[in-house]
């Protein structure tokens, strides 16, 4: 099993709806984090947290929102998608030290028509 | 907002060539530098951390060098191989960067057999 796991893996869903992307983890990582990525744009941060209790807008937070329900899962919600949220989206997770690794999800496929 | 820049943007090579990329950032404040190696429908995974100037990290054929003092990282492939093609990703984390990874856009590598 994987050790950051994403759910749904593909997703396609209509614009308007309410939409969220789960996010679990086994690693025992305090940190977790949600990232989009788009074609020449490369990985862009929406959210990250640093513990339950720490949550922190990225670089493009707006039309999303997270909850971090408990240490191993962090969820991304998009409260009423629009078309140019059709993305890529990673979960990932790491220790609380600057020199250690991400972890990445496998990632989430999502399409808003 | 940290610029971070990654050179070339891809590269074709045949198989048993080596080859380089470069990572530039800015060197002030500097904590540490992450490589990531993306295959295509996969998910990024890590090949180094580095934090100080003058660190060489190798993993196999692949290898990185950091410069702290003038902002920059090369990775290096040695033989290539057609399984190393993938985007390789670069990220440093420096202060006032509200302790977060800031992203290059990737250099794509492929191999031909």
Request: proline residues 4%; aromatic residues 12%.
């Amino acid at each position: 099993d994987a050790d950051v796991t994403q759910t749904p893996r593909n997703r396609i869903t209509k614009t308007g709806k309410r939409i969220m992307l789960e996010c679990s983890q086994t690693k025992g990582h305090d940190r977790m984090y949600w990232y989009r990525q788009d074609p020449g744009l490369g990985l862009r941060l929406i959210y990250y947290s640093f513990d339950v209790k720490d949550i922190n807008k990225g670089e493009i937070s707006d039309g999303y929102s997270v909850s971090r329900q408990a240490q191993a899962k962090f969820s991304l919600s998009l409260e009423s998608a629009i078309p140019n949220q059709t993305a890529l989206y990673f979960c990932a997770t790491s220790e609380g030290q600057l020199n250690t690794e991400a972890f990445f999800g496998q990632g989430t496929r999502l399409t808003v028509v | 907002i940290l610029n971070v820049e990654q050179s070339p943007q891809s590269l074709h090579v045949q198989e048993g060539d080596s080859t380089n990329f470069t990572c530039s950032f800015p060197s002030s404040n500097f904590y540490a530098l992450h490589w990531y190696r993306w295959e295509t429908a996969k998910s990024p995974e890590a090949l180094f951390v580095m934090t100080l100037n003058g660190d060489e990290k190798k993993k196999g054929r692949i290898s990185a060098t950091l410069n702290t003092k003038e902002g920059y990282s090369y990775l290096y492939i040695k033989g290539s191989q057609p399984e190393d093609s993938a985007t390789y990703l670069c990220a440093p984390w420096q202060a006032g960067n509200n302790r977060k990874l800031i992203w290059g856009l990737g250099t794509s590598l492929a191999v031909n057999p």
